[in-house]
Nanobody, 123 residues
Framework: QVQLVESGGGLVQAGGSLRLSCTAS????????MGWFRQAAGKEREFVSAISRSGISIYYADSVKGRFTISRDNAKNTLYLQMRSLKAEDTAVYYC????????????????WGQGTQVTVSS
C-alpha cells in the first residue's frame, strides 16, 4: 500500500494558478501509476489527470485540458498538478491517487487515496 499526503490547496482568484503536491511513502512511488481526482460539493468524485510510472503516458479530463499539467518526480516520491487559468468550477477537494495497475479514469482501479486538499476558486 502507498500512503499519500496532498498539499498546496487553498483559495485563489479566477484566472490564477495553483500547484498541488502529493508525497508518497510506504510503497515504491516509481512503481505506481498516479493520478488526481476531485470532488465538488454535492457531486461524485471525478477524474482529473493521470500519469504512468515512467511519466511518459499522461491523461487529462476534457474539462482541464490545456490548463492543468501533471508531472512526477520519482526521485522525490512526489506527484504534482500545476493548475492554470483556474475557474470557479474547479472548486473541489482534490485527491491524490495511486493506481493498483495502469492509469485510468476509473476510481475503482485506484489502490490508495490521499486525504484530499481543498481548492477554492473565487469569482
Amino acid at each position: 500500500q502507498v500512503q499519500l499526503v496532498e498539499s498546496g490547496g487553498g483559495l485563489v482568484q479566477a484566472g490564477g494558478s495553483l500547484r498541488l503536491s502529493c508525497t508518497a511513502s510506504g510503497r515504491t512511488f516509481s512503481g505506481s501509476a498516479m493520478g488526481w481526482f476531485r470532488q465538488a460539493a454535492g457531486k461524485e468524485r471525478e477524474f482529473v489527470s493521470a500519469i504512468s510510472r515512467s511519466g511518459i503516458s499522461i491523461y487529462y479530463a476534457d474539462s482541464v485540458k490545456g490548463r492543468f499539467t501533471i508531472s512526477r518526480d520519482n526521485a522525490k516520491n512526489t506527484l504534482y498538478l500545476q493548475m492554470r487559468s483556474l475557474k470557479a468550477e474547479d472548486t473541489a477537494v482534490y485527491y491524490c491517487a495511486a493506481y493498483r495497475a495502469v492509469a485510468t479514469t476509473d476510481p475503482q482501479l485506484v489502490g490508495s487515496w490521499g486525504q484530499g486538499t481543498q481548492v477554492t476558486v473565487s469569482s
